[in-house]
């Protein structure tokens, strides 16, 4: 299966590592500073809003999924604005900046409405940076090193989110399982990544040939786009209407009785996992395969699905964990290739835009579903609701193939005219 960027064949050796540009690294460190700022809070706030708040499941599955259809429909608009200016740092910036400045809402929150607003404000600066951000990978990085470099990026960050809630653990004992002190440690790294991304992230030049873009949102531009890009989104929008909120993995967790104090360690496994598949497979797509790396995360998930439906106990848990931790990395950074792949330059941070609101609203409609499965079925409902879903998008790929073949012979007859 050729890729329609052509790549030279990457390997997984210390050659590759050094090729990837210095803001790539730089990117990466950013996320894995805010990712442990984040994660810190999020390990603990599915039990928060349950045992100590009184929310109920739907209430819980609500949040969450509001929360990222927030941050994704705000990711279009700074995407659009993005291509406008020509500049993508200044958006990371603020996006950044703006998630640091809210987590200490997280300690002082007296009910469940200021949680929301804490997650609604925190998921408006992811929301802001996003775009810019993953368009400023796809600027920098070469075009045979561009599922390294996505993968690079997205291994960083999965770091810090096993880190975030190790340290949680850590604090947790240490504190006698006071969360919301737990939640004002979190403050710290949340600064440390802005400081980052400030000092060490460079803003590439403009090409001076690149078309300029006056209306990115327009009906023309989004037309631009191109049908392969959008044959991608569709598919990434059925595979994440599949993956519910990482919320219900915590809460399944507790449910087969893991203690409160170490429930952050559910996001640990999953993202130690998720860590260590996210760069290997990111270098695996750009050897032409970029379709095989992602039906085989696919089909992880449904595995996953299913070991969580029929491994009974803590041991089921933290088995679906970790293969639910190797399909994240087989699939986010490939997907974020393949967009890069397919969509105009000048409109790349529209084109993550347009992805993310997608997947967003496909996030907050399957974490409703999961939560109203959950309190009517049982786990085992949401969980194999999950697996159909996934396995429908797995069939996807197939009309997808098609599509970026036809691409890819198209762009070989322009370049041989």
Same mark, same amino acid.
């Given at each position: 299966?050729?890729?329609?960027?052509?790549?030279?064949?990457?390997?997984?050796?210390?050659? $590759?590592?050094?090729?990837?540009? &210095?803001?790539?690294?730089?990117?990466?460190?950013?996320?894995?500073?805010?990712?442990?700022?984040? %994660? *810190?809070?999020?390990?603990?706030?599915?039990?928060?809003?349950?045992? =100590? +708040?009184?929310?109920? +499941?739907?209430?819980?599955?609500?949040? %969450?999924?509001?929360?990222?259809?927030?941050?994704?429909?705000?990711?279009?608009?700074?995407?659009?604005? @993005?291509?406008?200016?020509?500049?993508?740092?200044?958006?990371?910036?603020?996006? =950044?900046?703006?998630?640091?400045?809210?987590?200490?809402?997280?300690?002082?929150?007296?009910?469940?409405?200021?949680?929301?607003?804490? &997650?609604?404000?925190?998921?408006?600066?992811?929301?802001?940076?996003?775009?810019?951000?993953?368009?400023?990978?796809?600027?920098?990085?070469?075009?045979?090193? !561009?599922?390294? @470099?996505?993968? *690079? !990026?997205?291994?960083?960050?999965?770091?810090?989110?096993?880190?975030?809630?190790?340290?949680?653990?850590?604090?947790?004992?240490?504190?006698?399982?006071?969360?919301?002190?737990?939640?004002? #440690?979190?403050?710290?790294?949340?600064?440390?990544?802005?400081?980052?991304?400030?000092?060490?992230?460079? %803003?590439?030049?403009?090409?001076?040939?690149?078309?300029?873009?006056?209306?990115?949102? @327009?009906?023309?531009?989004?037309?631009?786009?191109?049908?392969?890009?959008?044959?991608?989104?569709?598919?990434?929008?059925?595979?994440?209407?599949?993956?519910?909120?990482?919320?219900?993995?915590?809460?399944?967790?507790?449910?087969?009785?893991?203690?409160?104090?170490?429930?952050?360690?559910?996001?640990?496994?999953?993202?130690?996992? =998720?860590?260590?598949?996210? =760069?290997?497979?990111?270098?695996?797509?750009?050897?032409?395969?970029?379709? &095989?790396?992602?039906?085989?995360? *696919?089909?992880?998930?449904?595995?996953?699905?299913?070991?969580?439906?029929?491994?009974?106990?803590?041991?089921?848990?933290?088995?679906?964990?970790?293969?639910?931790?190797?399909?994240?990395?087989?699939?986010?950074?490939?997907?974020?290739?393949?967009?890069?792949?397919?969509?105009?330059? %000048?409109? !790349?941070?529209?084109?993550?835009?347009?992805?993310?609101? *997608?997947?967003?609203?496909?996030?907050?409609?399957?974490?409703?579903?999961?939560?109203?499965?959950?309190?009517?079925?049982?786990?085992?409902? $949401? #969980?194999?609701?999950?697996?159909?879903?996934?396995?429908?998008?797995?069939?996807?790929?197939?009309?997808?193939?098609?599509?970026?073949?036809?691409?890819?012979?198209?762009?070989?007859?322009?370049?041989?005219?």
């Amino acid at each position: 299966m050729t890729d329609i960027s052509k790549p030279a064949h990457p390997k997984l050796d210390r050659s $590759t590592l050094r090729r990837l540009p &210095r803001g790539i690294w730089a990117l990466g460190f950013v996320s894995l500073w805010m990712d442990i700022s984040s %994660e *810190m809070i999020h390990a603990l706030l599915p039990v928060y809003l349950v045992t =100590y +708040m009184g929310a109920s +499941m739907v209430t819980v599955g609500f949040i %969450e999924g509001l929360a990222e259809a927030i941050a994704a429909i705000t990711k279009v608009f700074s995407g659009a604005l @993005s291509d406008w200016l020509g500049k993508r740092k200044i958006l990371a910036v603020i996006g =950044y900046g703006l998630a640091a400045a809210t987590k200490p809402i997280f300690p002082l929150a007296p009910t469940i409405g200021w949680l929301i607003g804490a &997650r609604f404000i925190d998921r408006v600066g992811k929301g802001i940076r996003g775009a810019p951000r993953d368009a400023l990978i796809a600027d920098i990085s070469p075009a045979d090193l !561009r599922g390294a @470099s996505f993968g *690079m !990026r997205q291994a960083l960050d999965t770091v810090g989110a096993f880190l975030g809630p190790v340290i949680a653990v850590v604090l947790m004992w240490m504190t006698a399982d006071n969360i919301p002190l737990v939640f004002w #440690f979190a403050v710290i790294p949340g600064g440390v990544a802005v400081l980052l991304l400030v000092t060490l992230v460079p %803003e590439p030049g403009r090409p001076a040939d690149l078309p300029t873009v006056k209306s990115p949102l @327009s009906l023309q531009e989004l037309k631009r786009l191109g049908g392969a890009f959008w044959w991608v989104v569709g598919v990434a929008s059925v595979f994440t209407l599949a993956r519910f909120s990482e919320a219900f993995l915590i809460l399944k967790a507790h449910a087969e009785g893991a203690p409160t104090g170490l429930i952050p360690l559910v996001l640990v496994v999953m993202n130690i996992f =998720y860590a260590f598949a996210a =760069y290997p497979a990111g270098v695996l797509s750009d050897n032409g395969t970029r379709l &095989r790396v992602l039906a085989f995360g *696919m089909g992880l998930l449904i595995l996953a699905d299913l070991v969580f439906v029929l491994v009974p106990g803590l041991a089921g848990v933290f088995i679906g964990l970790a293969i639910w931790g190797v399909h994240m990395g087989f699939t986010q950074g490939v997907f974020s290739s393949l967009v890069a792949d397919t969509a105009p330059v %000048e409109l !790349r941070g529209t084109a993550f835009g347009m992805l993310n609101l *997608m997947t967003g609203v496909m996030i907050l409609l399957a974490s409703v579903i999961a939560g109203v499965l959950w309190d009517k079925v049982g786990p085992q409902g $949401t #969980f194999l609701a999950g697996a159909a879903l996934a396995t429908l998008a797995l069939f996807g790929l197939i009309p997808l193939r098609r599509v970026l073949h036809r691409k890819n012979a198209n762009q070989d007859d322009a370049d041989n005219t």
